[in-house]
């Protein structure tokens, strides 16, 4: 039986096209088992929480996975919650989470933010995104 892989899949709920392909590129390869660890998208907390509230369900969701994707989009850069994600990864819990920044597909503008806090830096294909998880989670 293989290993299932715990993840944490960063993503903005305005950009929800590119996280839906990204489940899609992972569901790809049936001999690779994973749980998503994402903040639901129905979870009230996205629309009628605080910052604080997000804050700590995406530090309480974060907190079961090994491995945290963000996508390394411009779009990226931009997002106020980006790194806080990126900060939540690092600095709160006893071992940081690996942080492994995926490139869009095509992209020639990416974000640095995302980039210099990554672990690794992958393409947008399965195989690289899963090696990745499998070398870092």
Known sequence: MS??????????????DAYEKLLNLLDKDTSFS???YSVPKDD????????KELYEAIKEQMSHASVVLIMAGVYSTYSKWI?????????EF???????AIEPWASTNTSTVVKDAADEIVRWNSKSIIDAIKELG
């Open 3 to 16: 290993k299932t892989y715990n993840l944490f899949i960063s993503h903005s709920w305005n950009y929800s």
């Open 34 to 36: 994973y749980k998503n």
């Open 44 to 51: 009230p907390v996205h629309t009628n929480g605080t910052d």
């Open 83 to 91: 790194n806080k994600e990126i900060k939540i990864a690092q600095e």
């Open 94 to 100: 006893n071992n940081p989470k690996p942080i492994i």
